[in-house]
T-cell receptor, first 118, second 109 residues
Framework: GAGVSQTPSNKVTEKGKYVELRCDPISGHTALYWYRQSLGQGPEFLIYFQGTGAADDSGLPNDRFFAVRPEGSVSTLKIQRTERGDSAVYLC????????????????FGPGTRLTVL | EDKVVQSPLSLVVHEGDTVTLNCSYEVTNFRSLLWYKQEKKAPTFLFMLTSSGIEKKSGRLSSILDKKELFSILNITATQTGDSAIYLCAVDSNYQLIWGAGTKLIIKP
């Protein structure tokens, strides 16, 4: 079946502009995660959705970052007034249920969106 | 503050060599430790470790966890050029994965 997909695969924008990054999780996966990976670093947690609601947005770096998942499937990460420091690969992952409680539900990752802010 | 530290940051070996990658962690609520292989952009799952001393194996790859000393190792024997990748270690702390910076492994033919 189809895996997690992300669009666009690459996005180049100018400082100060607004961008939207889209994630299509695996069908039936209720949990969705956004991560940001800078060059030479491991992925950094941004936000986690359980269904339509953001269960934890503590990783969002500031109020320029916002994410939605209005129907509990597709999610959009929105970045306002982009800065050069926002340049990174933005990874999305989904899992069957949140990885809490008994057992671990593997997070499946999309290919990411490489954001470059000039 | 929760953290995961991997070493070495990068490693270059010749095909056929055996490598050992290290991952140490300090987290407040440990549930499991995971290893991922990252080529291009998306990490792919390798192993999940929850119990100390039980080796997980998959072909030439194996991994083990020491919950007393708070570390894990990933071994790759008889390395091949296709093993070249970034190997990421992550600790599952409730629903968050706390990631290490990764080890960049380069296998020379």
């Amino acid at each position: 079946g189809a895996g997690v997909s992300q669009t666009p695969s690459n996005k180049v924008t100018e400082k100060g502009k607004y961008v939207e990054l889209r994630c299509d999780p695996i069908s039936g996966h209720t949990a969705l995660y956004w991560y940001r990976q800078s060059l030479g670093q491991g992925p950094e947690f941004l936000i986690y959705f359980q269904g339509t609601g953001a269960a934890d947005d503590s990783g969002l770096p500031n109020d320029r970052f916002f994410a939605v998942r209005p129907e509990g499937s597709v999610s959009t990460l929105k970045i306002q007034r982009t800065e050069r420091g926002d340049s990174a690969v933005y990874l999305c992952a989904s899992s069957l249920t949140p990885s809490r409680g008994v057992g671990y539900n593997e997070q499946f990752f999309g290919p990411g969106t490489r954001l470059t802010v000039l | 503050e929760d953290k995961v530290v991997q070493s070495p940051l990068s490693l270059v070996v010749h095909e056929g060599d055996t490598v050992t990658l290290n991952c140490s962690y300090e987290v407040t609520n440990f549930r499991s430790l995971l290893w991922y292989k990252q080529e291009k952009k998306a990490p792919t799952f390798l192993f999940m470790l929850t119990s100390s001393g039980i080796e997980k194996k998959s072909g030439r790859l194996s991994s083990i966890l020491d919950k007393k000393e708070l570390f894990s190792i990933l071994n790759i024997t008889a390395t091949q050029t296709g093993d070249s990748a970034i190997y990421l270690c992550a600790v599952d702390s409730n629903y968050q994965l706390i990631w290490g910076a990764g080890t960049k492994l380069i296998i020379k033919p």
